[in-house]
């Protein structure tokens, strides 16, 4: 059963556009949700979080926005850089509870 | 670099083989997580260590154990290897117990079972 789902393998877009990353869940009982940026043969590295107690978290050139009502967030980068390629983790966890649960992330290519 | 050392970087191995895939968390993280990541899928939570005690387990094998040692490194055994348990294996530390507190993960260890 995945509880967090990235529906898009992959995403392409220019330098200099807006990134558009997405991710569903289907646990009500999340309450904390994270993004992890993946380089390859690195391990994931954290970029940005949110609690559900907000419905937006800004830092830099990236901001995470929470739906709860349509249990959705998303991460946007502006503007993307070549250095954004990498493969992006949405996860998700309930407080208290250790398991944070990942989506199987989607690989963003920034094209110069 | 996250401070967080994992070896070795690469394990071949055969099947019913057992092996034993170490980590070093960052300086002062008392937390140790292990995570699985089979091809294509996302990174699968396997047990949590606070201090050298176990927190949390999620979807480990029977054959799988782990401990978190004093000096707080963490060890990973997998025994009776299979051909599924090829996967990247990856190691994450954090100060406190909990989610508020970001993983820091180490570069993984890529287990090969032939």
């Known amino acids: 059963d995945q509880q967090v789902k990235q529906n898009s393998p992959s995403l392409s877009v220019q330098e200099g556009r807006i990134s558009i990353l997405n991710c569903d869940y289907t646990n009500s009982m999340f309450d904390y949700f994270l993004w992890y940026k993946k380089y390859p043969a690195e391990g994931p590295t954290f970029l940005i979080s949110i609690s559900s107690i907000k419905d937006k978290n800004e830092d830099g050139r990236f901001t995470v926005f929470l739906n709860k009502s349509a249990k959705h967030l998303s991460l946007h980068i502006v503007p993307s850089q070549p250095g954004d390629s990498a493969v992006y983790f949405c996860a998700a966890s309930i407080f208290g509870n250790e398991k944070l649960t990942f989506g199987t992330g989607t690989r963003l290519t920034i094209i110069p | 670099d996250s401070g967080v050392t994992q070896t070795p970087k690469h394990l071949i191995t055969a099947t019913g083989q057992r092996v034993t895939l170490r980590c070093s968390p960052r300086?002062?993280?008392?937390?140790v997580y292990w995570y699985q990541q089979s091809l294509d899928q996302g990174l699968q939570f396997l047990i949590h260590y606070y201090n050298g005690e176990e927190r949390a387990k999620g979807n480990i094998l029977e054959r799988f154990s782990a401990q978190q040692f004093p000096d707080l490194h963490s060890e990973l055994n997998l025994s009776s290897l299979e051909l599924g348990d090829s996967a990247l294996y990856f190691c994450a530390s954090s100060v406190e117990q909990g989610y508020n507190s970001p993983l820091h993960f180490g570069n993984g260890t890529r287990l090969t079972v032939t």
């Open positions: 300086s002062g993280d008392l937390s």
